[in-house]
């Protein structure tokens, strides 16, 4: 889907209308202020151990679930925090999980590679790679036995296409026609490793639908609108029992794999000119030539930075976990023994 | 109360829950159409249709990882792999997905599912399809490990799996398929973590699990008839949760412990319990805990390989018997 040209905007031709383009703008406002605080807590050292940031990325997690229902279920991998924000999960529970507070959305138990909020439909983040493609498949499946309407939304990188569990996953949901959507963030790298160099295909997911039976979709990762308009259709195709979607989002990470990865690597220029293209600085423009009063844009920026300021105060003031947590949940019981 | 074959007995424990529960589905590689490599699951497609008993493709990790999609968002599953080493496939699941699920999100994610596989050797199938794998997954914090050695436990430990809340890795022993056992009529529930005393005896405690258990017994009367030691055999049944309260009760009256094991020796489930038998009730023992296993190798295909590297009755027996020095 080619992105609007200026020339052909206008307010009176907005199929989305401007709810929904104030939504996307939200979202994606809200996932880089979020993440880049996350950014600015680590270097206080703040944040421990890793975290994944998909700065650069917004328009796919916004645009993805905007077009969600409640009730639709995501599958995210280490690199979700933009997706779990993206559900309305506040972002308080999120710094505080990666702040490893007791008000953080695992109380500390997940840290930031695990995030999960099942009460926001988020059924976790998985560091495994390619490992949540077949559970998104189970959800599915649930779905499709009990006659119920939601979809799952499995979210992964590039480099999950070259594991066995996208190839399996993806047949099993074509010969189940499972209402599962594929969604895979083409971010350019595997790690520190350019995508080309490790896969034998120009288009890593799109070019192996077909080998599925599926349409080949490459959409825009960096275009809110087109990202919107496909998840729009993929969720329609899987609530009319149609059966499951890959969609590739072409884009780009701004920041390096995970807060360890200066990104050296990378060709000079390249992160420049894919700023040009920053999604959040392209949207707002978007919405201002859409007619969008100025003041409407600010209201929306200044309330999430208030949102992410008190987010911040929050968790720095909440206490850490208390240790009596350490031996709980890992059996049903809500206990560890495993022996009388 | 029947007869039946163990094998015979999974596909009943199955049709036991599915028609209790219809969130109860089951998948697997030709376990639908087929009724199973092993014909343990025969019927029951018939029974309960294409929806809730389903052929899956030969991709461990999908049927592993549907299992739990599934389990995470309302349904019990069962599911199928074929040959327990086959779970190294998709350890994965095993090992990082199933059983951390609920502990790294604080308890929000639930995991009631069940992994039925055939484990155990006896069928001269090479070092690929023969393993017993039980400690693979004993060791991991969130599982639990089951193994039946009888057709009427088949039932009543698969009923206990199926309505437990937690992951449950369900090793059925290929060798025991064929074997009959009288199972009682109407529904049989048993409950995860009770080990069995199989046989009562006064010198010395047996401890084995699946194929080592009609094993261990055999061993017992042969050392009863032959040199007048009476000795107790316990069917551990699950290893985690573990009874180590029958398992110590036992040792405490008998002074003397022997475990049965097929797998290799090293880090086997019966140096575990060797271990808690040696903390918690050293001043019972009378002589050292003895652990009969399979020597650290793979396992080999022919006849008589196979049969010098299994614990066998007369082997069982003999290192007993010098153990106990008559
Ligand atoms: C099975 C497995 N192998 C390797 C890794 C280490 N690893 C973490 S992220 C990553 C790269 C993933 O790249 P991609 O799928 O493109 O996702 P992105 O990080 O770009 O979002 C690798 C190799 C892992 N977590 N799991």
């Given at each position: 889907m080619k992105p609007l040209q200026k020339s052909e905007i206008s307010s009176s031709n907005d199929d989305l209308g401007e709810d929904v383009r104030l939504e996307l703008y939200r979202l994606q406002f809200l996932l880089r202020e979020a993440e880049q605080r996350a950014f600015d807590l680590f270097l206080q050292n703040l944040v421990k151990g890793t975290s994944h940031l998909s700065l650069g990325q917004e328009a796919v997690a916004a645009g993805f679930a905007a077009a969600m229902k409640p009730g639709d279920l995501s599958f995210c991998t280490y690199r979700g925090h933009a997706h779990t924000l993206a559900r309305g999960v506040p972002v308080e529970q999120v710094l505080g999980e990666l702040m490893g507070r007791d008000n953080g959305l695992m109380r500390g138990k997940g840290g930031s590679m695990h995030l999960t909020s099942v009460e926001h439909g988020v059924m976790g983040s998985y560091a495994i790679i390619g490992a949540h493609l077949p559970i998104a498949c189970g959800a599915a499946w649930r779905a499709q036995y009990k006659g119920q309407d939601d979809v799952s939304v499995c979210f992964f990188g590039?480099?999950?296409?070259?594991?066995g569990a996208f190839h399996e996953a993806l047949n099993f949901a074509a010969i189940w026609k499972l209402p599962v959507i594929f969604v895979c963030e083409n971010n350019h790298y595997m790690e520190y490793t350019p995508i080309g160099d490790v896969t034998a295909v120009p288009h890593p997911a799109a070019d192996r639908a077909s080998a599925y039976g599926l349409e080949r979709i490459i959409v825009d990762g960096n275009d809110a609108d087109a990202v919107y308009r496909t998840a729009m259709a993929a969720y329609d195709k899987a609530r009319k029992g149609e059966g499951p979607s890959l969609i590739e989002c072409i884009t780009y990470r701004h920041?390096?794999?995970?807060?360890?990865?200066?990104?050296?690597?990378?060709?000079?220029?390249e992160l420049e000119k894919w700023k040009e293209r920053d999604p959040v600085k392209v949207y707002r423009e978007r919405l201002l030539d859409f007619g969008i009063d100025k003041d409407v844009i600010l209201g929306i920026e200044s309330a999430i930075k208030r949102e992410v300021d008190d987010a911040t105060d929050q968790c720095k003031a909440a206490p850490i976990p208390s240790q009596d947590i350490i031996m709980t949940d890992v059996y049903a019981d809500g206990g560890f023994a495993w022996r009388n | 109360m029947a007869e039946l074959t163990y094998r015979d007995a999974v596909a009943r424990g199955i049709a036991q829950e599915m028609a209790r529960d219809p969130d109860v589905v089951f998948l697997g590689e030709d376990v639908a159409k087929a009724g199973g490599v092993f014909k343990a699951t025969v019927g029951l497609y018939e029974q309960f249709g294409p929806l809730r008993v389903r052929d899956t493709p030969i991709s461990e990790q999908a049927i592993l990882g549907a299992a739990m999609g599934a389990a995470m968002t309302g349904l019990k599953p069962i599911a199928e792999i074929m040959f327990s080493d086959f779970l190294a496939v998709c350890f994965d699941y095993i090992a990082n997905e199933f059983p951390k699920s609920r502990y790294m999100t604080n308890g929000q994610v639930k995991c009631p599912l069940v992994v039925r596989t055939g484990n155990g050797a006896g069928s001269r199938f090479g070092a690929q399809h023969s393993q017993s794998v039980e400690n693979w997954c004993m060791m991991i914090p969130g599982l639990k490990v089951v193994a039946p050695s009888s057709p009427r436990d088949v039932i009543g430990l698969l009923a206990a799996a199926v309505r437990d809340p937690d992951p449950v890795i369900f090793f059925e022993h290929k060798s025991l398929y064929p074997m009959k056992g009288e199972v009682p009529d109407g529904e049989i529930v048993d409950t995860l973590g009770t080990a069995k005393i199989v046989r009562p005896g006064k010198d010395a405690t047996i401890l084995a699990l699946a194929l080592m258990v009609p094993r261990a017994l055999e061993a017992a009367e042969k050392l009863k008839a032959e040199h007048g030691i009476d000795c107790e055999v316990v069917d551990v049944r699950s290893l985690v949760p573990l009874d180590t309260q029958t398992i110590l009760g036992s040792v405490a009256r008998t002074h003397r412990l022997f475990t049965v094991e097929e797998n290799p020796r090293l880090c086997g489930w019966g140096a575990e319990i060797a271990s808690i038998v040696a903390d918690e009730a050293f001043y019972d023992l009378d002589g050292p805990i003895v652990r009969i296993t399979t020597p650290h190798i793979p396992l080999p295909a022919a006849d008589v390989l196979e049969d010098t590297v299994l614990p066998t009755p007369g082997r069982i027996a003999e290192r007993v018997r010098q153990s106990l020095g008559s």
């Open positions: 590039d480099g999950t296409t070259n594991i920041s390096g794999h995970s807060r360890a990865d200066p990104a050296k690597y990378r060709p000079e220029g | -």
